[in-house]
């Protein structure tokens, strides 16, 4: 299905985001939404019971916690009709360092590059008969992939043009009913308090792709539209210091500044960050979340995508992903020694990927899970209740 804009645009462009961004740093910590109106929080956002026939009489949140980013409906025009290419192709125009969003659907394995998804946010998909939407919020550095099959039907997703705590609000096309990025709970329309699955899609480096994945297909830059994949139009956006755009929400917790980057999981109900900071330092953290074994492990070799004027060229940050115990596995507890993952029990070295490469449990595989990158202020919007690793 083909977007629906005619004139779509990103968001902001990087002169533009600085700027706003210098003049809002003083107060963007502490800022809370104006007190609406009476009876304002009923009302749909401005200009949506035009664009839109979503059922806004029923809805989640308070309308006045959703402000426009400002681009109109699909005015950041998500790619409906992907087309890929080999690792080997994609290899001419991707560089070691930078950012793609991995999928993995039995045998099959996908990378999208931020350096398309920073551009679009959305892509429906499906991979080896798995619909899914891969998504990607640049305000909040979210990746996220979730499962399409949702009450029965396949959606497929659009962006509404619209941001709550900054980050990506989307609509399905089969509903209109709007969605959040970073929990996938619906916020307007049928599906209002539903959840969307979310499928583990890491944000991790070319060079880590291609070497785990040689036959893995990748998100080709011919998309239908016209960009020029590669440039960032949020540079400068995650510098030291700097502020969340268009944040209104709950007051920041000074536990961590609000850009710092972590890696978020929830499960069974609890809720843990884990700061980049402490991640490089340990290499890798055992832990456990309701009353599970997990497993996070930082790997450097990742471009910011939120840095350079060129994606390619953004600073190393590193990637992260978590792991629980997989089936028949047993105890594992892992650690850096002489340069690899090794578990403690056997001795077995570990890849990336959660595999045992060499040792005793050769061919052992950890399960996956779905753990996102955020910064601290938009998880700690949605997550209050969220445990710090290490504080």
């Known amino acids: 299905m083909k977007t629906r804009a005619s004139n779509p ?21 502490t800022e809370r939404p104006d007190p609406p109106a009476p009876g304002a929080a009923s009302l749909p956002p401005p200009g949506a019971a035009e664009e839109f026939r979503t059922d806004f009489t029923r809805h989640s949140v308070p309308y006045s916690e959703i402000l426009s980013g400002g681009p109109p409906k699909d005015g ?14 994609a290899g001419a125009w991707l560089s070691d360092a930078e950012p793609v969003i991995v999928v993995r659907a039995g045998p099959a394995a996908r990378a999208d590059p931020v350096r398309i998804l920073v551009w679009h946010e959305i892509v429906n998909d499906e991979l080896d008969g798995l619909p899914l939407a891969v998504t990607y919020c640049p305000l909040c550095n979210t990746a996220v992939a979730f499962r399409r099959t949702h009450d029965g039907r396949v959606l497929d997703f659009g962006t509404t ?80 210091g700097g502020s969340p755009f268009l944040y209104r929400g709950p007051a920041i917790p000074g536990a961590l500044a609000p850009m710092t980057r972590v890696l978020t999981l929830e499960l069974d109900g609890e809720t843990v960050a884990y700061p980049y900071g402490v991640l490089e330092e340990r290499r890798v953290v055992n832990d456990r979340v309701a009353g599970r074994a997990v497993a996070v492990l930082w790997i450097p070799g990742t471009a910011s995508p939120l840095d350079a004027a060129r994606i390619d060229q953004g600073r190393d940050v590193g990637s992260a992903r978590a792991f629980e115990g997989g089936s028949g596995v047993g105890t594992v507890t892992l650690e850096w020694s002489d340069g690899a993952f090794r578990d403690r029990e056997t001795g077995s070295e570990w890849d990336a990927r959660g595999r045992a490469v060499s040792g005793p449990r050769t061919g052992a595989m950890l399960i996956p899970l779905a753990a996102v990158d955020h910064f601290w202020f938009s998880w700690a919007a949605f997550k209050p209740e969220t445990r710090i690793y290490g504080e």
């Open 9 to 29: 645009t990103t968001r902001l462009h990087a002169p533009a985001l600085l700027l706003i961004v210098a003049l809002t740093a003083a107060c963007a910590q």
């Open 76 to 89: 950041i025009p998500a790619i409906d009709d992907p087309r890929y290419e080999t690792a080997a192709d």
């Open 161 to 240: 043009g619209r941001l709550r705590y900054s980050n990506l609000v989307m609509y399905d096309r089969q509903t209109e009913t709007w969605w959040q990025q970073a929990d996938g709970r619906g916020l307007a329309g049928r599906y209002a308090g539903d959840r969307l699955e979310f499928i583990p899609a890491p944000l991790v480096s070319w060079g880590e792709f291609k070497a785990a994945y040689p036959d893995g297909s990748v998100l080709s830059r011919n998309t239908g539209h016209s960009r020029d994949y590669g440039r960032n139009p949020y540079a400068g956006y995650d510098a030291a």
